[in-house]
């Protein structure tokens, strides 16, 4: 997984939390602002087909789970 803030995301500096555990993505909190969207990437490849159909970005709070909104966009890698 990976995450990419464009320049301007955030208003000001500050400290990020971020963590990846087993399959999911720790992300700080929502407290603080964002002026852009940003990217959150997952490499999907070691998943099935079946599999693949079923994942999905949420937020999680508490036993809470939210679905996010998202776009699919599939990337190809050339061959060597």
């Given at each position: ?7 301007g ?28 969207n ?7 490849s ?13 937020s ?11 776009i ?9």
């Amino acid at each position: 997984m990976s995450v990419f803030f464009p320049a301007g995301t955030f208003y000001e500096d500050f400290y990020l939390n971020f963590d990846v555990k087993a399959d999911t993505l720790f992300l700080h909190d929502d407290t603080v602002p964002a002026h852009t969207n940003f990217t959150i990437s997952i490499e999907d490849s070691k998943y099935n087909e079946v599999q693949r159909e079923k994942l999905f970005i949420a937020s999680i709070n508490g036993k809470k789970i939210s679905y996010i909104p998202t776009i699919e966009k599939t990337v190809f890698s050339m061959p060597k």
